[in-house]
């Protein structure tokens, strides 16, 4: 399917801001980028690297006043996501080199103190594929989805204990129950067709039988149609926007919606015109405010 994709994102900075952005997909598994365009108003210099997932991120500096980021793309994805009932674990010692420390407790992610709950959720469940999805599904049917109910130091093991979150908080807790079975796990953000109500969006990959696949503890079934803006350890990595000074984020508006492959401009236009405001909290996924 292909998808117009993007978002708009509205802020008032109190003083010249620095920010890392974090909004470019890449071309990849699954997932095909036909066209793009990245607004920034007022113009300022860009510069742009690659960091150490392999996530394309914009550096700038936001001078004082009003300033807007408007990002949107047409990407051809994949309708169904790859799933493969018991495909088997992949031992420790036969894991690259890249993926290992995706076995390691992170800031969110405190892998260490969650073995007994993932070693409950995953009992007499065959090792790999089928535990990652015991532990998804459980994740889905016990911890309810609801705003407001966590912020951004909400960690895996809050989560676990309250029962309640956003997509982050499920990813969180997702990749802490796999590494806590020595499956390697990392988080992955981006965009989902026909999410509701539609705001970015994360879920988490856990990897087994030597590949990586992909879990999303907020859906009920495994949906394709999804754009991958970055890969990260936890939400720490893989913030849309990372801001080093006293800027506020006033409007946020995500859209994901479908085009005809020759549709071109028009289409991206009506994607734009269908977009929803999202609820600029502080526990989006999306903002890392490294003045707090």
């Known amino acids: 399917m292909h998808l117009n994709a993007g978002c708009e994102l509205l802020f008032e900075a109190q003083g010249p801001t620095p920010l890392i952005l974090m909004l470019r997909p890449r071309s990849g598994a699954g997932q095909w980028i036909i066209r793009e365009e990245y607004q920034i108003t007022p113009a300022v210099n860009v510069t742009e690297f690659t ?113 309640v979150g956003v997509c982050r908080d499920f990813t ?45 503890a907020t859906q009920q079934q495994a949906r394709g149609n999804r754009i991958t803006v970055a890969y990260g350890r936890d939400a720490a990595d893989v913030a849309f926007t990372t801001q080093f000074g006293p800027m506020t984020l006033n409007e946020m508006k995500v859209w994901v919606d479908t085009v005809g492959p020759d549709e071109g401009e028009n289409a991206m236009t009506d994607a734009e015109k269908n977009s929803e405001d999202v609820p600029t909290l502080v526990n989006s996924i999306g903002s890392n405010d490294q003045t707090e």
């Not at 015991?134 to 016990?142: D, F, G, L, P, T």
């Open 51 to 163: 960091d150490m997932y392999g996530n394309l991120c914009q550096r700038v500096v936001a001078p004082e006043g009003p300033f807007s980021i408007h990002f949107s793309a047409t990407v051809q994805t994949a309708d169904f996501i790859d799933v493969s009932p018991g495909a088997p674990y992949t031992p420790v010692e036969d894991l690259p080199d890249d993926v290992l420390h995706y076995t390691l407790p992170s800031r969110y992610c405190q892998s260490d103190q969650l073995g007994n709950l993932a070693a409950q959720i995953t009992e007499n469940t065959e090792p790999g594929y089928n535990q990652a999805e015991a532990i998804r599904k459980w994740i889905n049917e016990n911890v309810r989805y609801e705003y407001g109910t966590s912020d951004a130091s909400t960690s895996a093991v809050e989560t676990a204990d309250k029962r």
């Open 172 to 216: 969180h807790l997702g990749i802490s129950l796999c590494r806590a079975l020595n499956i390697p796990a990392r988080m992955v953000v981006g965009y989902l067709y026909q999410l509701n109500p539609m705001d970015l969006h994360a879920w988490f990959e856990a990897y087994v039988d030597g590949r990586w696949f992909t879990f999303d």
